[in-house]
């Protein structure tokens, strides 16, 4: 679950990968109604670390014609 953002339905696989960031390794549904600019939060306790601390930030950077997030960057941290 996440939080933010002014479209519904953006679904996606995130990986902790070794060096302590994260990764989207895959899109499953690109939603509808974002807007460029959005931030998505998914809290850290849900990425198996700590609220705040250990969160995943995701920004939109461009959509399509429906607001279906087409490009994004990930930002965060994760506990190992």
Do not use: M, W
Not at 2 to 18: A, E, I, L, R
Request: charged share 10%.
């Amino acid at each position: 679950a996440y939080t933010g953002g002014t479209g519904v339905d953006f679904s996606f696989t995130v990986q902790c990968k070794v060096n302590g960031t994260y990764e989207i390794t895959s899109v499953g549904n690109a939603g509808t109604g974002y807007l460029v600019g959005d931030v998505i939060t998914v809290n850290g306790t849900e990425l198996g670390g700590n609220s705040g601390t250990n969160d995943l930030i995701i920004t939109i950077d461009s959509v399509g014609g429906v607001g279906e997030v087409r490009n994004f960057q990930c930002a965060g941290r994760h506990s190992f």
